[in-house]
């Protein structure tokens, strides 16, 4: 498949699959799917994708065509997705026969979804930089795991345990515990509660198969390279309210 690997296709089967399920229940909302005027905020589908803010052309290791076919594809798609599911629970909402089962499968996708609409957005705008770690966050960092070298090891070490498979690794910020962490997420639904992500690491094979293939290791090189710590540094003070 030319541009596309076999994981991604089948993601993309998976996805509509999921968003398809419950047959007959599913296309019986298919004309109400959309929300009504009346529909409050939390159902009202009408986010929007957010428009890259460097030059795709300009980053370093990580082409054009990579950057500009995953926020195109896989980001944008998402925020669609998440839009027409909003849209469904709003006419669900009205139905007192939609089956909870199949709201529970909505509730779902609904979550699934908005999960990869934001890490997509912190990964994204976390490009565009010179790769140079400075700041509060540095310093914090070294304070949290002892050096910088340290936890830069850890959050590699924690992306390449997602290689050849699927998810984000994520430095975050624990609201609950006040403290920083490197956590492991299979999917977009995977993360401290309290969590706030200063750095999303998408390990999902679409996010780098068209550059390197399977060498997952030469794309997380490349993602250190092209971060902007001036970006992460201020959603670290805004976490910690500084």
Not at 139 to 161: D, H, P, Q, V
Request: net charge neutral; hydrophobic share 40%; proline share 3%.
């Amino acid at each position: 498949m030319t541009g596309v690997s076999r994981r991604t296709a089948i993601g993309g089967i998976a996805a509509a699959t999921a968003l398809s399920a419950g047959g007959n229940a599913f296309a019986a909302q298919t004309e109400k799917s959309a929300p009504s005027l009346s529909s409050p905020p939390a159902f009202a589908g009408k986010h929007l994708p957010k428009p890259l803010r460097f030059d795709p052309a300009k980053l370093v290791g990580l082409s054009e065509r990579l950057i500009t076919s995953h926020w195109e594809i896989n980001y944008i798609g998402s925020v669609k997705a998440l839009n027409m599911i909003e849209g469904k629970l709003a006419s669900a909402l009205e139905d007192n026969a939609f089956p909870a089962l199949q709201y529970g499968g909505l509730k779902r996708e609904e979550l699934h979804r908005t999960g990869s609409v934001i890490l997509h957005e912190i990964y994204f705008g976390g490009l565009g930089g010179n790769g140079q770690a400075a700041g509060n966050i540095r310093e914090a960092l070294i304070a949290s795991f002892g050096s910088y070298e340290t936890w830069e090891s850890e959050f590699r070490k924690t992306a390449m345990s997602l290689a050849g498979g699927s998810g984000w690794c994520i430095l975050s910020y624990n609201n609950h515990t006040d403290s920083l962490h490197n956590y492991w997420a299979w999917d977009h639904m995977h993360g401290a509660v309290s969590g706030t992500p200063l750095i999303a690491l998408d390990m999902y094979e679409h996010s780098y198969h068209m550059d390197y293939g399977t060498a997952a290791v030469k794309y997380i090189d490349a993602f250190m390279r092209n971060l902007d710590w001036a970006v992460i540094d201020q959603r670290y003070k805004t976490s910690v309210g500084t």
